[in-house]
């Protein structure tokens, strides 16, 4: 079973410096641009998974494009990935946790 929770935010400490933050050991300067994955139950429409997502992303003015998808052998989720943007630590803690309302959302990476 995958747990919304995977990415622990309470291990990412603040820095020194507004424009870094730490996970784990590995530090993440911002801007930064990544590859996010959303795994979803395989039957939820594509059309909801990813206007939920967008809908977030352009609420929290989060630059998103190039969605690919893939189902996953068995058939059982299907996982939607885009190239984000992220300007702040802030925005990244909060995008992580709006992600959490998305209907049949098992994992966000």
Do not use: H
Request: hydrophobic content about 30%.
């Amino acid at each position: 079973m995958f747990n919304k929770d995977l990415v622990n935010l309470n291990l990412m400490q603040k820095s020194n410096n507004n424009s870094c933050a730490t996970f784990g050991d590995k530090k993440i300067k911002f801007p930064t641009s990544y590859i996010i994955k959303l795994i979803v139950d395989s039957k939820t429409p594509e059309n909801i998974s990813r206007s939920e997502f967008e809908k977030i992303a352009t609420k929290l003015k989060v630059p998103y494009g190039g969605w690919t998808k893939k189902e996953s052998s068995k058939g059982t989720y299907t996982s939607y990935s885009s190239k984000i943007t992220l300007r702040d630590e802030k925005t990244m803690k909060q995008l992580y946790a709006d992600l959490k309302s998305m209907t049949n959302l098992k994992l966000a990476i």
